[in-house]
């Protein structure tokens, strides 16, 4: 595809090619980079919460600041761009276009990243990633509560953007030979990921203007003190960001849909049921955004309708399972670094969907609500599900972008620390969150049962830190010193695939790849 | 390509009947528990950045702890004077947010006496990890 390293070209051009390959180079360097720094992130809050008292962080200021940070990272500088990165490899070349269909477009969606991360790094704001009202008008600390929402504006449009290039790419540009129930499921993934996002963000747009007016004192949409309602902005946020959990979870599941048939080297059990349950997601994801809001006082028959939308995403997302594990049934598999993420990844999206369904079960909800059960299901999904689909899809690109192969061991040491870290971490989350113990605490009391899972919890932290020391520095060794792969068969699975790298980026010349 | 798709069919029939078994059951259950009984005695709930200050219905006010009854009903009118917190009870799943301009009602009969811990379940600014409050259940 781009063999960026073999033939190297200076820096700049890379930074203002508009080329689909070069654009999504630098989707995958930055959401790396983010995952890193989000990670980084995430360790600081596991080693504070290690033991009660003061441990890494001297006040509750700081660590307030950390852990929205850390979430804003994951899902808008890592996730998001991690999945366009693929997109931009993979979604021409699979509908059989020179490019997407508005390259300068898609650079400027990129290219709006970069200063939104700063404004959200920069400003370190303190009241969650979900900017709860009256909290975040009132008494959020002030220019890091407006760089952020000036942040999160810029992400908005950013992704809006890139979106409508998936949508025009895949339904306006792909070959006309090329019927659209023949596209491929990862292409077909980001078309229906591509139009959620065209119908909720909108809304997350203007609920962040209506909380910056609010904050400068002009208008009092969520602000009770001047007759506004603190519940409209639930409504506004969980109505964008819950259709945005499958905006993250459909790529990777399309990921999936790439790796799992190739490394089982059969073809995917049935086409037509992925695409069947991408629809099917994605018109459901608007029928569950106010099981977030069981708890703020909620009518039982408000609870109950958004009880039965959010249990009928279940059976689409069960769909997927039994396809991925139709097409592995019988499968000749290779269990390399890809493959395996692929099907850890299945496994705990799994168990994060079985969660999910407690979850929604109304009086359930109210033992799970705001604890740290929740923040363990949706880690299950969002580390689990998602974060694994991808760091298995970079392994499975790295040859073709770098022309050489990672380390095959490493890379299974990694799976295997991520895999064992992810099971300690989430799984007693949810059981510490049955215990009672609330999420967004900087300290807790000493309570034994909540020292011991906490400790637990670091530790398992711990151990997906070294697994992902051990992606670093497979990836970067690798790049620089590995073994050449064999292009027209990097994974020795025999057999006749169409691979990206057929694609060719034309600023290497003739000839090359 | 033509296959056979009946097993995919029968799993989804399973996974449905499970989702429609959970969900009846829940939606049994939620309708029982969501009226309070009539003899329930009202505690008005105030949350404030960052404690908790209750009142009896005889007029009787307490901070930071709460003196109730065992097996005894109480119905919690719960509201916020400046952001948005949430009354949690985890001993006995009792949990409804404290929203600045509402009151939300929420209701437990304490089956067993004791000491127990109160804490805010929804992130509040700088001393949310330490709102917390005691409550004290007599036996009869």
């Not at chain 1, 007016?213 to 639930?234: E, H, K, W």
């Not at chain 1, 073809?267 to 608007?286: K, Y």
């Not at chain 1, 497979?474 to 027209?488: C, D, Q, R, T, V």
Request: hydrophobic share 50%.
């Amino acid at each position: 595809m781009v063999l960026e390293l073999a033939r190297p070209r200076p820096i700049w051009q890379i930074m203002f090619s508009t080329h689909h390959t070069d654009v999504g180079l630098l989707y995958l360097v930055f959401s790396l980079l983010a995952m890193f720094v989000g990670g980084a992130m995430a360790i600081a809050l596991r080693i504070e919460l290690f033991a009660p008292g003061i441990q890494l962080i001297e006040d509750s200021m700081t660590y307030n600041r950390l852990f929205t940070a850390h979430g804003t990272t994951m899902i808008f500088l890592f996730l998001l761009p991690s999945a366009a990165a693929v997109g931009n490899y993979l979604v021409p070349i699979m509908v059989r276009y020179k490019d997407m269909a508005y390259p300068k477009l898609n650079a400027i969606a990129f290219w709006m990243i970069p200063p939104a991360a700063a404004l959200v790094w920069l400003g370190m704001a303190d009241f969650g990633w979900y900017a709860n009202p009256p909290y975040s008008v009132i008494s959020a600390p002030a220019p890091a509560a407006e760089m952020w929402i000036f942040g999160l504006k810029v992400l908005g449009v950013s992704s809006i953007l890139s979106s409508i290039n998936f949508v025009v790419t895949i339904l306006k540009c792909k070959h006309p030979d090329l019927s659209l129930g023949k596209v491929p499921l990862l292409a077909w993934s980001f078309l229906t990921s591509s139009i959620i996002v065209l119908a909720a963000m909108p809304t997350f747009a203007a609920a962040l203007l209506m909380l910056l007016t609010d904050r400068l004192g002009v208008s009092g949409f969520f602000n009770p003190a001047m007759g506004g309602d603190p519940i409209a902005y639930s409504h506004l946020f969980w109505f964008t960001f819950h259709p945005e959990v499958y905006v993250l979870v459909i790529p990777a599941i399309g990921m999936m849909y790439e790796i799992i048939p190739r490394f089982s080297r059969r073809p995917i059990f049935s086409h037509s049921s992925g695409v069947a349950a991408f629809i099917i997601l994605a018109l459901v994801s608007f029928a569950s955004w106010a099981h977030h809001m069981f708890a703020t006082g909620m009518s039982f028959t408000e609870k109950t309708v958004f009880m039965v939308g959010t249990l009928a995403a279940v059976p689409a997302s069960a769909m997927h399972v039994f396809n991925f594990l139709a097409t592995m049934w019988n499968g000749r598999i290779k269990f390399a670094t890809p493959m395996m993420f692929a099907v850890g990844g299945i496994a705990l999206f799994f168990a994060a969907g079985a969660g999910g369904v407690v979850n929604t079960a109304m009086p359930l909800d109210f033992i799970t609500h705001d604890s740290y059960w929740v923040v363990g299901h949706f880690h299950l999904f969002v580390f689990g599900t998602i974060a694994f689909g991808t760091i298995g899809f970079v392994y499975y690109l790295f040859p073709y972008i770098t022309g050489r192969m990672y380390n095959e061991k490493w890379g299974v040491v990694h799976f295997i620390l991520a895999f064992v870290g992810a099971c300690i971490t989430f799984f007693t989350q949810h059981i510490l969150g049955l215990f009672g113990m609330p999420r967004r605490i900087y300290d807790y009391p000493e309570i034994d049962s909540w020292i011991s899972m906490n400790a637990l919890i670091s530790v398992g932290a711990m151990i997906i830190l070294v697994g992902m020391v051990i992606f670093l520095g497979n990836m970067i060794y690798s790049m620089a010193k590995g073994k050449p792969a064999n292009l027209e068969d990097p994974f020795g699975l025999g057999g006749k695939y169409y691979y990206p790298f057929a694609q060719r980026n034309p600023q290497h010349g003739e000839g090359g790849y | 390509m033509a296959h056979s798709n009946w097993a995919e069919w029968i799993y989804l029939g399973v996974v449905t009947a499970l989702l429609i078994y959970v969900g009846a059951e829940a939606w049994n259950v939620e309708r029982i528990i969501d009226h309070a009984p009539e003899d329930a005695e009202i505690i008005k709930v105030t949350a404030q950045q960052w404690f908790w200050s209750f009142e009896h219905e005889d007029g009787t006010k307490e901070v930071g702890e709460l003196h109730l009854k065992k097996d005894h009903a109480y119905k919690f009118e719960i509201q916020s004077k400046d952001v948005v917190h949430n009354f949690n009870i985890p001993e006995f799943v009792v949990l409804m947010d404290a929203i600045p301009g509402r009151i939300n009602t929420v209701w437990f009969s304490p089956n067993e006496a004791g000491e127990f811990d109160i804490q805010c379940r929804e992130y509040c600014g700088l001393i949310h990890y330490n709102m917390r409050a005691k409550l004290f259940v007599e036996g009869v």
